[in-house]
């Protein structure tokens, strides 16, 4: 249904990747769909030299490389989508620019009919974060924003991450942006919120009664999360380095997969009755402490390897990249929930570059049964009466996006014998249609004013602060424990022998 209101959306960055891969394929997504209203026009702000010609080509080839639904070069629906898209040149710093913006937005306006006071802009922000502040200072001085109250046309202003490099900079970044705009008008993204499969952990839990029961320290064991990523830094050395996979993967994505997983129901799905029971359960995180950091994290950097037969070179070769530089590009953590839930069931945590293949997944390792009374096979012999591998239920977020229910099951035959087998549902077979990206479902949320998947303020302070207990602890090492990894393996050995051993003694407990 396509309730949005005719918008004009400006994305600041518009010469990036991001923007080329993943914003104009979402958008021309959209506007394929019908999702969006009639009317909705793009506009490019860059600091390149660009007539809006030479940019409409440019989302043409970008559209024709990285669309889902892939278009042929020259389609009547692509020369549609691209006459509805402009350009502006500009310099973030220089409030010319921004004026020049505005009247191009005006102008926009006038040619669709829309009253000057009625124009609604979704800005985004697909700029280095260096520049965030400065353009809402200068969207703010240039007279871009509407008043909050106003019911006639809203503005509003989605970030890209990284909200700051720490706690510190995160508030001081918070702070300067709501100078100038109401909380109603920011929409930190997140794009794994934004996932099908992402969204579907809360469906799972929340939509069905058989799990939620089992959903606690009486029943599971522990909950293992797994981002494993088969690309190295992709031509992004000079950003990556100065963040690192804590910084990069878990600050945001991972503990927002953590937040899904063990947070209590919310009591509707609002958008601060969700947001609120995710901060609640991010609070209840105690901060790793700086004599705890070597025993609750491993970190590892890669060397070179082969990943599906290319030859990957060592993280220290890539462009941008330090010689001497000690950023890690692998991380595995153990956390604790301190509430009524989760008390001494551990979390594990572990993200990595350049692994041996992509895989997200959520393992929830259930309790052992109390008594051993079956035998069971290992490796096609019986060897008798000995613990079953635990029942695991496992969340697929990609790729293959599914859900697996391993149990153990009699092999037929006159024994006793019993074989772990999975029952598995995947999205493909049972949907068969491919998931919307996430930026699709993000942007369109963000055009009908729906902030249940964005993030609020203090959901990013409090996933901070447990990130910044790991980066004091690092940086009070006198000698960086730093792990190699070759690349095109699931990561240092050292993360392996940690979290098995780790989980071998919360048993014997
Ligand atoms: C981004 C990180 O936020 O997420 C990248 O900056 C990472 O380093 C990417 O590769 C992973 O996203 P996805 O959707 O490919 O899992």
């Given at each position: 249904m396509?309730?949005s209101?005719?918008?004009?959306?400006?994305?600041?960055?518009?010469?990036?990747?991001?923007?080329?891969?993943?914003?104009?394929?979402?958008?021309?997504?959209?506007?394929?769909?019908?999702?969006l209203?009639?009317?909705t026009?793009?506009v490019?702000?860059?600091?390149?030299?660009?007539?809006?010609?030479?940019?409409?080509?440019?989302?043409?080839?970008?559209?024709?490389e990285?669309?889902r639904?892939?278009?042929?070069?020259?389609?009547a629906e692509?020369?549609?989508?691209?006459?509805s898209?402009y350009?502006?040149?500009?310099s973030?710093?220089?409030?010319?620019?921004?004026?020049?913006?505005?009247?191009?937005?005006?102008?926009?306006?006038?040619?669709?009919?829309?009253?000057?006071?009625r124009?609604n802009?979704?800005f985004y922000?697909a700029?280095?974060?260096?520049v965030?502040?400065?353009?809402?200072?200068?969207?703010?001085?240039?007279?871009?924003?509407a008043?909050?109250?106003?019911?006639?046309?809203?503005?509003r202003?989605?970030?890209?991450?990284?909200?700051?490099r720490?706690?510190?900079?995160a508030?001081?970044?918070?702070?300067?942006?709501?100078s100038?705009?109401?909380?109603?008008q920011?929409?930190?993204i997140d794009?794994y919120?934004g996932?099908e499969?992402?969204?579907?952990?809360?469906?799972?839990?929340?939509?069905?009664?058989?799990?939620e029961?089992l959903w606690?320290?009486?029943?599971?064991?522990?909950?293992?999360i797994?981002v494993?990523?088969?690309?190295?830094?992709?031509?992004?050395?000079?950003?990556?380095?100065?963040s690192?996979?804590l910084r990069?993967?878990?600050q945001?994505?991972?503990?927002q997969?953590?937040?899904?997983?063990a947070?209590?129901?919310?009591?509707?799905?609002?958008?601060?009755a969700?947001r609120?029971?995710k901060?609640?359960?991010l609070?209840?995180?105690?901060p790793?402490?700086?004599?705890e950091?070597?025993?609750c994290s491993?970190?590892?950097?890669?060397?070179?390897?082969?990943?599906?037969?290319?030859?990957?070179?060592?993280?220290?070769?890539?462009?941008?990249?330090?010689?001497?530089?000690v950023?890690?590009?692998?991380?595995?953590l153990k956390?604790?929930?301190?509430?009524?839930r989760w008390?001494?069931?551990?979390?594990?945590?572990?993200t990595?570059?350049a692994?041996?293949e992509?895989l997200?997944?959520?393992?929830?390792?259930?309790?052992?049964?109390?008594l051993?009374?079956f035998?069971?096979?290992?490796?096609?012999?019986?060897?008798?009466?000995?613990?079953m591998?635990p029942?695991?239920?496992?969340?697929r977020?990609?790729?293959?996006?599914?859900?697996?229910?391993?149990?153990?099951?009699?092999v037929?035959?006159?024994?006793?014998?019993?074989?772990?087998e999975d029952?598995?549902f995947?999205?493909?077979?049972?949907f068969?249609?491919?998931?919307p990206?996430?930026?699709?479902?993000?942007?369109?949320?963000?055009?009908?004013?729906?902030?249940?998947?964005?993030?609020?303020?203090?959901?990013?302070?409090?996933?901070?602060?447990?990130v910044?207990g790991?980066?004091d602890g690092?940086?009070?090492e006198?000698?960086?424990?730093?792990?190699?990894?070759?690349?095109?393996?699931?990561?240092?050995?050292?993360a392996?022998?940690?979290?098995?051993?780790?989980?071998?003694?919360?048993?014997?407990?």
């Amino acid at each position: 249904m396509n309730k949005s209101k005719p918008t004009t959306i400006v994305i600041f960055g518009a010469s990036g990747d991001l923007t080329r891969r993943k914003l104009i394929p979402a958008l021309y997504q959209l506007v394929l769909e019908g999702l969006l209203a009639k009317g909705t026009r793009i506009v490019g702000f860059a600091r390149r030299e660009k007539s809006h010609e030479q940019f409409r080509v440019e989302i043409e080839e970008a559209l024709v490389e990285f669309a889902r639904s892939k278009p042929n070069a020259g389609a009547a629906e692509l020369k549609l989508f691209s006459s509805s898209c402009y350009y502006q040149t500009g310099s973030y710093d220089n409030s010319k620019s921004f004026h020049d913006l505005k009247e191009l937005l005006e102008k926009i306006d006038e040619e669709q009919g829309i009253p000057s006071d009625r124009g609604n802009r979704l800005f985004y922000l697909a700029t280095p974060p260096t520049v965030f502040s400065g353009v809402i200072a200068m969207l703010g001085q240039t007279g871009h924003i509407a008043d909050p109250n106003d019911e006639k046309r809203w503005t509003r202003v989605i970030i890209e991450k990284p909200f700051g490099r720490d706690l510190e900079t995160a508030c001081a970044l918070n702070k300067s942006i709501l100078s100038i705009l109401d909380e109603r008008q920011v929409y930190r993204i997140d794009h794994y919120l934004g996932k099908e499969t992402v969204q579907n952990i809360m469906a799972f839990r929340f939509g069905n009664s058989i799990f939620e029961p089992l959903w606690n320290r009486r029943y599971v064991s522990h909950v293992h999360i797994t981002v494993a990523e088969a690309v190295c830094v992709e031509g992004r050395g000079s950003y990556y380095d100065n963040s690192g996979a804590l910084r990069d993967m878990v600050q945001n994505h991972m503990l927002q997969l953590l937040a899904l997983v063990a947070m209590e129901p919310p009591a509707s799905f609002a958008p601060n009755a969700v947001r609120d029971e995710k901060v609640k359960l991010l609070s209840a995180i105690p901060p790793i402490k700086l004599n705890e950091v070597n025993e609750c994290s491993i970190r590892g950097q890669y060397a070179a390897g082969t990943i599906d037969g290319k030859l990957i070179p060592d993280y220290l070769r890539e462009n941008g990249v330090h010689p001497d530089s000690v950023t890690e590009t692998f991380v595995a953590l153990k956390l604790h929930v301190d509430n009524w839930r989760w008390a001494g069931v551990p979390f594990y945590l572990r993200t990595g570059k350049a692994l041996e293949e992509r895989l997200t997944e959520v393992n929830i390792e259930f309790r052992q049964p109390p008594l051993t009374l079956f035998s069971h096979i290992k490796n096609g012999d019986d060897i008798g009466r000995s613990r079953m591998k635990p029942n695991m239920l496992s969340l697929r977020v990609q790729p293959n996006e599914g859900i697996r229910l391993s149990i153990g099951m009699k092999v037929p035959g006159p024994k006793m014998i019993l074989e772990p087998e999975d029952l598995e549902f995947c999205y493909a077979d049972v949907f068969g249609v491919e998931s919307p990206g996430a930026y699709e479902r993000l942007i369109l949320d963000a055009i009908l004013g729906d902030t249940t998947l964005f993030i609020r303020q203090d959901e990013v302070e409090a996933a901070w602060r447990l990130v910044n207990g790991v980066l004091d602890g690092w940086a009070s090492e006198e000698v960086p424990h730093i792990h190699l990894y070759r690349a095109g393996t699931w990561g240092p050995y050292a993360a392996d022998e940690f979290i098995t051993n780790d989980i071998k003694k919360s048993k014997a407990l």
